[in-house]
Every structure is written in C-alpha cells, then in structure tokens.
C-alpha cells in the first residue's frame, strides 16, 4: 500500500504562488509515477502534471504549461507542484496520485493510490 499526503493549498490573489507537497510513505518503490489532479464540483479530476520515476518525462496540462512545475525529491519521498502566476481557473482540489507502473498517466483511472486533495483558491 502507498499513502499520499497533500498539502499546501490555501487561498491566494490571481498572479501569487502556492508550492503544493505530495508525501508518499509505505510502499512508495511501487509508484512509478506520480501525478497531480485538479477537480471541482460535478466535475471529473482533470490531469495537471506528473513526473515519471526516471524523470524522462514530466508532461503537464495546456492550462498551466509555463506556469507550473513539478519536481521531486526522492530522499523525502515527496513530490512539489511549484504553481505560478496563478488564475482563477485553477480553483479546484488538488490530489497527488501513484500510479505502479508505466501507462497512460494522463487518465486519473491509470492511478490506484490517491491522497486526501488539498483545496487551492484563486481570488480575481
């Protein structure tokens, strides 16, 4: 079993930064990839980053390409989500998923293993 733990979130002016913290504990070798998701009521959580286990890829959503970076630190087996020149369209509730193995890690259903979320607000 993997646990994730968010945090981070908070409420911020469109323009300002959050630094998002994704904290894997348990059997954290089984995540190939991690990723990060963003949801809103009624709506399905739609991908943002992720980060693979040997870095060769770090795909982001269109939304927040140039805006957003993801990195990882493996001796804290934690994963940042450094958030920049925030909008208001970013609103939502972060969740840091693991995914085991290589595959589409575009699709949040690829991703076995979810945190908590973190709520993240951008005022206009």
């Known amino acids: 079993q993997v646990q994730l733990v968010e945090s981070g979130g908070g409420l911020v002016q469109a323009g300002g930064s959050l630094r998002l913290s994704c904290a894997a504990s348990?059997?954290?070798?089984?995540?190939?990839?991690i990723g990060w998701f963003r949801q809103n009521p009624g709506k399905e959580r739609a991908f943002v980053a992720a980060?693979?286990?040997?870095?060769?890829?770090?795909p982001y959503a269109d939304s927040v390409k140039g805006r957003f970076a993801i990195s990882r630190d493996n001796a804290k087996n934690t994963v940042y989500l450094q958030m920049n020149s925030l909008k208001p369209e970013d609103t939502g509730v972060y969740y840091c998923?693991?995914?085991?193995?290589?595959?589409?890690?575009?699709?949040?259903?690829?991703?076995?293993?979810w945190g908590q979320g973190t709520q993240v607000t951008v005022s206009s």
């Open positions: 980060i693979t286990r040997s870095d060769a890829s770090s």
């Open positions: 998923a693991c995914q085991a193995a290589p595959a589409n890690l575009w699709s949040a259903s690829n991703y076995p293993y």
């Open positions: 348990g059997r954290t070798f089984s995540c190939y990839t």
